[in-house]
């Protein structure tokens, strides 16, 4: 080594090994080895050093340098995810594209056809299809401000979404767990116009995206536009145009800065904000809040020089008072006249419809907004014929609405059914469904006499026929009771009605509607007017809430329920009871059908969005014997002669053969109160009605004619006659003259005349039977089962000839005013009132 020590540059030589207690050196010789890796103190290694910070006898500003160093990786961190998720939003951002609007319009709406599938009976609400959109120089400036103030304050400076809002809303789905989101308009356009409305993350990304591309692609006032066309303002109104109609009754240019306020803060909650549901006090409600709000912020746009259009200060601080007043609601435009009633029906079909398992199809949100489409048994043509008919018959100065005046309106309802199906093929409702939402084919009027066809059927059930006799004269009484039945024709002088002969038969009573036989011959059933209730339900009257246990099984019945229909009511055939028009042609229509029950209904199939059948009406599931085909043909028979010979002649005019009955009824007061005539071809079974006021309001006096024979068979004829016209000539099946034990003794037909030879039916099972599945034998009748009461060629009731002795048959004139009251007089109806409310101990009731 050199003197002095080792030269520049050369490194100290080795010390050699330490000695015992002598301290360690470091490497190069020049001092005592640090311990623990600190030179001389002692103090170990200082694990801060790690991120290059070393103890200078400063520990704040150590802590500072820690802090520096980790907010250095954590903002290489943030860098490198930020770097990650800018490649997933561009590559999101290439991925996803805009949809085709219209095509998601379409898989959202739910359409309703006729019969057929193809010609449209209208539409539920879903998506954007019944919105009314505007351009955009035709959407009013005023209505772009306050929607801007109501929901987007910043979308003139936002690029399509809010990055803050969307921070807030990550935070608070992550604590809370909800789904919620904060959204521009411009997201909001876009979930209305292309998405749908789940509530996850990955639509949440797609409507992201989506909204950056569209602020790109349009304008601010073509986003604003298209949103304020597209958005859901509550009471099935999609856009403002609509609104504005909805609930102002004008249009969105005439709308003031409150109303247009008030419009966009229901956009906020347009179901819980709807002023209808707040009540009278509606400015004591959250939507006076939300409103306040909306004017707020458009005085901050007026401050910002934001504001489209010019509104001032002083009017602003005016408006936030009180909410404008709004007009009471009315139904939709597009459910104007029949359709909105036909499409009420079809949603009430479809929320009845369940699977095997009992479970319902089909939700109302399902119907509103999943793209049914739905084909129903509706048929144009007999759609328009109701309506074409009713207004050709009824008295031109008798109206369906009368605000001043309601209890004059005139409401007429008819139904017509598909005999071998029970499908609904068309119906007529009454009023434009605008002005009234009740439809007079589905809620009805009580029955009269058009329920006197299911007593005799009761009775040949019983083991009664055709030819049994009955009391004809007026005046029954009923036993157990101080009441009376009267027939048609009261008057002074001949307060229990006109008589018909001691002993006249089943038809004769069916041809002029006589109380008197049908009251008696309920009473000789075995259960009395309950068995006339069971026929009627098993033909397709539906019971009261207090009997549904008694329908058969897989029953349903537009509607699903009668009003006082009540099986221990001794004068139930008389029709005190109040049924639809639609139930009753499908009873009607059972007659018609050999006796089967087919359930009458109007929805026939169902296809989803996607193609799928996810409903179709089975014709096997609806079918249901409800007498035997004797006792149907030989009722069927009866009614036929009320059309030929009996009350109700006007109905014979069509080309088809056919068969019906008229009917009247009378309110507490005595008062004619509802007119009806129902009947059938072999092919279709119609029904029609006329009632008054709140369907039970007086007719005679009030309208020149108020006989079932009257306006409601001509109806029926012009209804039936545009139908069947071009039908090919169907016959009705002879009559079986079905007799059997009878339970009661003292209605034996008079032998005056000399017996017909009767057809023997076959034994074996009816065609009818056999394509249903409903095989029941026919019993082979005896000799004795022909007509003896005079009728000639299978006949029975042409050519009857009483006893004179017992015969009190007022002499027939040659007017026709004794069938269709056309003659000015005091009396009921000629085919049959039997009044009711009387306080000379006459029976209270409804006829003929």
């Known amino acids: 080594m050199p003197p002095g020590g080792p030269r520049p540059g050369q490194r100290p030589p080795y010390p050699g090994p330490r000695r015992p207690g002598e301290p360690p050196v470091d490497r190069l010789g ?160 876009v979930k209305n116009l292309y ?57 969105a240019q005439d709308l003031d800065i409150r109303e247009a306020a ?104 399902d119907i509103d907004s999943k793209g049914l489409k739905v084909t129903t ?78 007593t005799l059927a009761a009775a040949l059930e019983a083991g009664y026929s055709l030819k049994d006799t009955w009391t004809g004269e007026g005046g029954l009484e009923i036993p157990g009771t101080d009441r009376v039945v009267r027939n048609s024709g009261q008057t002074d002088a001949d307060p229990t009605g006109h008589g018909y002969g001691e002993h006249i038969t089943g038809i004769k009573a069916m041809e002029e509607s006589v109380n008197t036989s049908f009251v008696e011959m309920s009473t000789a059933l075995p259960n009395g007017s309950e068995d006339v209730y069971k026929m009627a339900v098993k033909a397709g009257l539906p019971p009261d809430e207090q009997h549904t246990e008694n329908a058969p099984a897989d029953y349903r019945s537009i509607p699903a329920y009668s009003i006082d229909f009540d099986p221990k009511n001794y004068l139930l055939t008389l029709g005190r009871q109040a049924i639809s028009p639609i139930n009753m042609a499908n009873a009607y229509a059972t007659i018609a059908n050999g006796g089967v029950r087919n359930t009458v209904h109007l929805v026939s199939k169902v296809v989803d969005a996607k193609g799928e059948v996810v409903y179709e009406w089975d014709q096997r599931d609806g079918a249901e014997r409800a007498m035997t085909e004797d006792a149907a043909d030989d009722t069927s028979y009866a009614l036929q002669q009320v059309v030929k010979d009996g009350t109700g002649q006007t109905a014979g005019v069509i080309n088809q053969p056919a068969a019906g009955k008229t009917g009247t009824a009378t309110n507490q007061n005595d008062d004619v109160s509802s007119a009806w005539f129902a009947g059938y071809t072999p092919q279709l079974s119609t029904a029609v009605m006329y009632v008054r006021g709140k369907g039970s309001g007086k007719l005679d006096g009030w ?43 003292g209605h034996e037909p008079s032998l005056t005349a000399t017996p017909t030879p009767t057809p023997t039916p076959s034994e074996d099972c009816s065609r009818k039977d056999e394509r249903k599945g409903l095989c029941i034998p026919i019993e082979e009748p005896e000799e004795t089962q022909s007509p003896s009461d005079g009728a000639t060629d299978g006949d029975p009731g042409e050519g009857t000839t009483p006893d004179e002795s017992e015969s009190t048959d007022p002499e027939v004139t040659e007017t026709a005013c004794d069938w269709f009251g056309d003659c000015e007089s005091s009396s009921p109806p000629a085919d049959g009132n039997n009044g009711g409310g009387n306080n000379d101990g006459t029976a209270e009731g409804a006829t003929q």
């Open 30 to 189: 020049q001092g005592p080895a640090r311990r623990g890796g600190v030179s001389g103190g002692g103090k170990g290694r200082d694990p801060k050093s790690a991120f290059g910070v070393g103890d200078h006898g400063d520990g704040e500003l150590d802590k500072k340098a820690l802090a520096a160093r980790i907010g250095k990786i954590a903002g290489i961190f943030v860098l490198v995810m930020a770097l990650i998720g800018s490649a997933a939003v561009i590559i999101s951002y290439n991925m996803i594209s805009i949809p085709n609007a219209n095509a998601a319009f379409e898989a959202e709406s739910s359409f309703v056809y006729y019969a057929g599938g193809k010609k449209e009976v209208g539409r539920f609400q879903a998506g954007d299809q019944n919105r009314d959109a505007l351009s955009e120089d035709e959407m009013p400036a005023l209505v772009k401000d306050a929607a801007v103030a109501a929901e987007d304050r910043s979308f003139y400076e936002n690029n399509g979404i809010d990055l803050k809002g969307i921070a807030r809303t990550l935070f608070s789905n992550a604590t809370t767990g909800s789904q919620g989101g904060a959204s521009t308009i411009t997201q909001q356009y």
């Open 195 to 251: 998405l749908s409305q789940e509530r996850t993350y990955s639509r949440k990304v797609k409507e992201a995206v989506i909204s950056l591309k569209i602020s790109r692609q349009k304008s601010k006032d073509q986003i604003l536009t298209g949103y304020l066309n597209t958005v859901y303002f509550g009471r099935g109104a999609y856009g403002v145009q609509a609104a504005a109609k909805t609930y102002f009754r004008k249009s």
């Open 262 to 365: 008030a419009l966009t803060a229901i956009l906020n909650n347009p179901n819980g904000f709807d002023p209808e549901k707040s009540g009278a006090d509606a400015g004591g409600t959250e939507l006076l809040g939300r409103y306040q709000y909306v004017l707020n912020g458009m005085a901050e746009l007026k401050a910002q020089g934001k504001a489209l259009s010019d509104y001032d200060e002083a009017t602003l601080e005016k408006s936030k008072a009180a909410l404008p007043k709004f007009p009471k609601p009315k139904a939709d435009s597009r459910l104007g006249g029949q359709k909105g009633h036909a499409l009420t029906l079809v949603k009430n079909e479809l929320k009845s419809l369940k699977n095997e398992n009992g479970e319902l199809l089909f939700t109302e949100e």
């Open 377 to 454: 048994t509706l048929s144009a043509k007999a759609m328009k014929a109701a309506e074409d008919a009713v207004r050709e018959v009824r008295p031109e100065d008798k109206k369906a609405v009368n605000a001043k005046r309601p209890e004059n309106e005139l409401h007429v309802g008819a139904a017509t059914v598909d005999v071998k199906t029970g499908a609904l093929k068309g119906f007529y409702g009454g009023q434009d469904y605008l002005d009234s939402q009740i439809n007079w084919a589905a809620s009805g009027g009580m029955a009269g006499s058009t329920m006197k066809p299911f």
């Open 703 to 745: 309208l020149d004619s108020y006989f079932g024979a009257g306006y409601p068979a001509e109806t029926w004829a012009q209804i039936m006659g545009t139908l069947t016209d071009d039908l090919d000539l169907e016959e009705f099946p002879e009559p079986a003259w079905k007799d059997g034990e009878a339970p009661m003794d």
